[in-house]
């Protein structure tokens, strides 16, 4: 029995990851952009990605995802996502890309905004491109400034895949939720659920000593 | 002739007129001291030079060429005011070196950037970026710290980090090296070897212009200085004529404080 419920676990806590390392792809990335556009001077740009932002961060997570999910379909008469669990993944996938990257964007603002104006100044008087001056001079310096409030996002990011639950993503609580009724030929199982926290544990536990080590790594310069 | 020229030169910050009406030269070759009270205007002038701070009006000539016209500098392109700075290079108050990398690559880095921009470099690589190497080395050298090239910002004295701060500058081989305050971060002890290197770069006939608020340096060094009060010029001349017998009441209300 005990093998039986690690597999079925097993397999959703795959969904969970998969979940997990295709926000991160999307929204490290996208909040960059956000993060540029709120700090551009071409202020129609700015005000839309600040609104952006303020609506993301204002509403919960587990709203946006309903109406990602559900509300394209109403509008349009028939659902855009695919049917079945890989429509629910992508739905869930653009939510929480979507949601990650607002909460990035700020992170990184503030990263930015933390690296003194001189070392600018001094990439500007050196003759570099901006181009040059973020990638050689500022983003170094940012990375290292944003990798405590980072690592917390992220360790809110492996909890929160969970509420893809919701819109039925067979993920790991899904998946020991199940068992609470009938999964693999076995009913009215209470423990598999609970034993879904020991995954979350055991992955956020690699998670904080990856990013730990990164901050270490990047002791050597103040 | 003169190398540097600037020509009623003009900045407001909002309503404060912060320069008014700067007009000076420099010869090829002599160090210019600007001294001055905090909020006189010295700082702004060098950022105007460095276009870290753009002029409202007024033009700068480096080697009787335009560099810079107020009238028509909004349609100049990002490229074109790029390469017309590195005529200036800058030494800041606070060093702003680069803490992730070493004194060396703090050195050569703006080399190696400028370097990719060769037709050459491709085919080239290796060789160009070695003498970058070499000549970064050798300019370390010159600040006496070869010992510490591959330091980083954070463990080197304050007076280390300026070293390598004008090793940085005199990498692209500017024709005018710019310096603001250069010791007002150092306690005295490290100010005087920061200054015995600047002396050193006047003896090989560097054009610089030096704001200092060290009196005895800019009148034994300097070619001349220049004193400047609420954003204009009050008083320019020879060093030690302007130091130890100053004309105007300002310079000699301000001097009378040192």
């Known amino acids: 029995m005990f093998l039986t419920v690690i597999g079925a676990l097993n397999e959703g806590f795959l969904q969970t990851l998969k979940l997990f390392f295709v926000t991160l792809l999307g929204a490290l990335p996208l909040g960059l952009v956000i993060c540029w556009g709120s700090m551009t001077r071409f202020y129609p740009l700015r005000w839309l990605c600040r609104f952006v932002v303020w609506v993301i961060r204002g509403t919960p997570l587990m709203l946006q995802l309903y109406i990602i999910f559900f509300i394209p379909g109403i509008v349009m008469d028939q659902s855009p996502w695919p049917a079945g669990e890989s429509g629910r993944f992508l739905a869930c996938a653009v939510a929480f890309i979507l949601n990650y990257a607002c909460y990035f964007s700020e992170i990184y603002r503030g990263g930015i905004q933390g690296v003194p104006r001189g070392q600018q100044e001094a990439g500007q008087v050196l003759g570099m491109t901006k181009v040059q001056i973020f990638v050689h001079v500022t983003l170094l310096q940012m990375i290292k400034r944003i990798v405590p409030p980072m690592s917390n996002e992220i360790i809110t990011l492996v909890k929160d895949t969970s509420l893809s639950r919701i819109i039925s993503l067979q993920e790991v609580i899904w998946a020991g939720q199940a068992f609470l009724k009938t999964s693999h030929g076995y009913s009215g199982l209470l423990w598999p659920l609970f034993f879904t926290g020991v995954y979350y544990l055991v992955f956020n536990g690699l998670v904080t000593l990856l990013l730990g080590r990164l901050e270490k790594k990047l002791d050597y310069f103040s | ?26 010869e090829q070759g002599k160090a210019l001291a600007i001294i001055g009270s905090s909020g006189s205007g010295k700082t702004t002038l060098l950022r105007c ?22 009238a028509n500098h909004r349609s100049q392109t990002d490229a074109e005011i790029r390469k017309k700075r590195l005529h200036f290079g800058m030494v800041f108050q606070s060093f702003n070196l680069f803490p992730q990398y070493t004194a060396l690559k703090n050195v050569t880095l703006a080399k190696e950037l400028l370097a990719r921009e060769r037709p050459d470099f491709k085919s080239n690589k290796k060789a160009i970026l070695e003498e970058i190497q070499q000549e970064g080395l050798e300019l370390l050298t010159k600040m006496g710290l070869e010992q510490r090239a591959s330091h980083y910002p954070n463990q080197l004295s304050g007076g280390q980090q300026q070293r390598v701060a004008i090793a940085r500058a005199l990498a692209l081989k500017p024709d005018i090296l710019c310096f603001d305050e250069p010791t007002s971060a150092l306690d005295p002890e490290l100010t005087g070897e920061v200054l015995r290197v600047i002396r050193g770069l006047v003896e090989q006939k560097t054009t610089m212009i030096i704001v200092t608020h060290e009196m005895a340096f800019a009148r034994d ?3 001349e200085v220049m004193f400047m009060d609420k954003g204009v010029i009050v008083e320019r001349g020879p060093a030690r004529s302007v130091i130890e017998n100053p004309q105007e009441e300002r310079t000699q209300q301000f001097l009378a404080g040192y």
Do not use: C, W, Y
């Not at chain 2, 600037?6 to 009406?21: C, I, P, Q, S, Y």
């Not at chain 2, 030079?49 to 002029?55: M, S, V």
């Open chain 2, 1 to 26: 002739m003169a190398i540097l020229e600037v020509n009623n030169l003009e900045k407001h910050f909002g309503a404060t007129r912060v320069l008014e009406d700067i007009s000076f030269d420099l």
């Open chain 2, 49 to 70: 030079l460095n276009f870290l701070e753009t002029p409202d009006q007024g033009t700068i000539s480096v080697g009787g060429n335009i560099i810079f016209d107020a």
């Open chain 2, 221 to 223: 060094v300097a070619d």
